[in-house]
């Protein structure tokens, strides 16, 4: 059993903590960036290489495989040492990224980026688990600026940071870029972390975990490529939701008998636990759809520079920062926290509803506020949904908590981005940038019936955030199974 001076070494406290975190933000900061830097290279990507009809697998591939492996990598950290399944999880990304950059063809560079997806998806939610090891939730307020930090940085950093990889270097640089951040997170975790696990006497869930990516694989596919390579009435894309349906309703059946399920299902007793999925749920649909079409908003209709499309969503992401500073230190120094749902609740849908009346005549300053309002409202929300979730669930299956939000909200963001695409191509209707002003007129307009829709979303928000229970947060040191530290 892990004796009192055990857990209070496993517990280091403000600066200590604060150190350690640089390095765990590191990790989750390289699959946030990624994307991002690798889509604005793309083009130079398929001048070198060729396969223009296999471009989309490159996104296809990292992200299927992030989704895939999200809740197992949670999974296995509570089956054994965090430490060592979040180290790997960046080894893993990190020698993806090496033979993405050395890639010789398309094809072998899907089949790389499918490798890179895979350590991609063990680094947010191992992060999340770290951070729920090492921090109460009561006191994971005071820690909570750093990884909005993380998160803006990502956001913002990676069109920058691509936008000089593909003007000033060779593409392959989207990927060795990763490398020296990479390792300085590796070494610093390595010498910097200690957690109190062990690994513990278990069985592996390997037929849940089958039918789980079996079906997470098929819906996200289906979300991918529907309104896109196929109408989605077509068979393709019917039999790919068909799949999806049936594969997880064998993973519930099977769950329910595992002696330990990669995903508990007793977690979902909890309504908290339940609510926390859903806002996560929610979060992706409005982040995602904020992170794409307002830079294209902007760009295309308001005819701002895309050299700088990072800066564009600095009017949304300065409130998502100053937000997650208030909630943290109000929830710290409190323990109250059911408030910010529903206030964030207001602002993603007033700030939603602005956005849906964008028209060719809007400005740059009416923008900058409804994304202001948007922002606000995600600082208000982002990050508690995994606080709450956590809080939820005895510290056991606190890997299992965080990789199945952190599934809820790629989930969130992979169908809100496909239906979104759907509208925006229907308002278009054809038309080309070179029809002028018409195309200019359906591009505003299916922004704005894009936003309708995350209005309609965020109103659920905040209907459902009534409903969270304001049960008190752990406090003091996190308490773990029997272990001792690593």
């Given at each position: 059993?892990?004796?009192a001076a055990e857990t209070q070494a496993s517990a280091p406290a403000g600066r200590s903590i604060r150190m350690i975190l640089v390095g765990v933000l590191m990790a ?150 990763n490398i020296p951040l990479g390792l300085l997170s590796f070494a610093w975790c390595a ?296």
């Amino acid at each position: 059993m892990t004796t009192a001076a055990e857990t209070q070494a496993s517990a280091p406290a403000g600066r200590s903590i604060r150190m350690i975190l640089v390095g765990v933000l590191m990790a989750m900061l390289l699959a946030m960036l990624d994307n991002a830097i690798v889509g604005t290279a793309m083009p130079t990507i398929v001048g070198d290489l060729g396969g223009l009809d296999h471009m989309a697998w490159v996104v296809t591939a990292y992200t299927l495989m992030t989704a895939i492996s999200t809740p197992v990598w949670g999974k296995l950290g509570d089956l054994f040492s965090r430490k060592t399944v979040f180290l790997t999880s960046i080894a893993v990304f990190l020698a993806g990224s090496l033979l993405a950059g050395a890639a010789w063809s398309m094809p072998a560079l899907i089949a790389f980026r499918a490798l890179q997806g895979l350590g991609a998806g063990g680094l947010a939610v191992g992060a999340f688990s770290i951070i729920g090891a090492l921090v109460s939730p009561r006191e994971r307020g005071r820690y909570q600026g750093m990884t909005a930090v993380a998160m803006a940085i990502g956001t913002i950093g990676g069109p920058l940071v691509g936008g000089v990889v593909a003007d000033a270097l060779n593409w392959r640089w989207a990927f060795y870029i990763n490398i020296p951040l990479g390792l300085l997170s590796f070494a610093w975790c390595a010498l910097t972390l200690h957690l109190p696990a062990t690994r513990r006497a278990a069985r592996i869930d390997y037929a849940g975990i089958a039918a789980l990516t079996t079906g997470i694989g098929a819906l996200t596919l289906a979300a991918t490529w529907g309104g896109v390579q196929y109408a989605w009435t077509s068979a393709p894309i019917l039999g790919l939701t068909a799949l999806a349906a049936a594969a997880l309703a064998v993973f519930v059946a099977i769950e329910r008998r595992a002696s330990d399920p990669v995903i508990p299902l007793h977690m979902f007793a909890s309504a908290n636990f339940t609510l926390a999925s859903a806002l996560s749920l929610v979060t992706g649909v409005v982040m995602f759809a904020g992170v794409l079409y307002l830079p294209l908003f902007q760009q295309t209709v308001q005819g701002v520079s895309a050299s700088s499309s990072g800066l564009l969503l600095l009017p949304m992401m300065i409130p998502v920062l100053l937000m997650a500073q208030v909630v943290g230190r109000v929830m710290s120094n409190t323990g109250r926290y059911k408030i910010f749902p529903i206030l964030g609740g207001i602002a993603l849908t007033a700030g939603a509803a602005w956005l849906a009346t964008v028209d060719t005549g809007t400005g740059h300053l009416a923008t900058a506020a409804a994304m202001a309002l948007l922002g606000t409202g995600l600082g208000l929300t982002m990050q508690l949904t995994t606080t709450i979730a956590q809080n939820s669930v005895d510290m056991s299956h606190i890997g299992a908590a965080s990789g199945a939000v952190t599934l809820f909200r790629t989930i969130g963001g992979s169908v809100g981005v496909a239906a979104f695409g759907a509208l925006f191509t229907r308002s278009l209707d054809g038309r080309t940038p070179e029809t002028g002003h018409a195309y200019l007129d359906a591009a505003a307009h299916g922004i704005g019936q894009i936003f309708l829709a995350v209005a309609a979303v965020s109103a659920v928000w905040f209907a459902l955030s009534w409903l969270i229970k304001e049960l008190p947060l752990r406090s003091g040191p996190p308490k773990s199974e029997p272990a001792k530290s690593q």
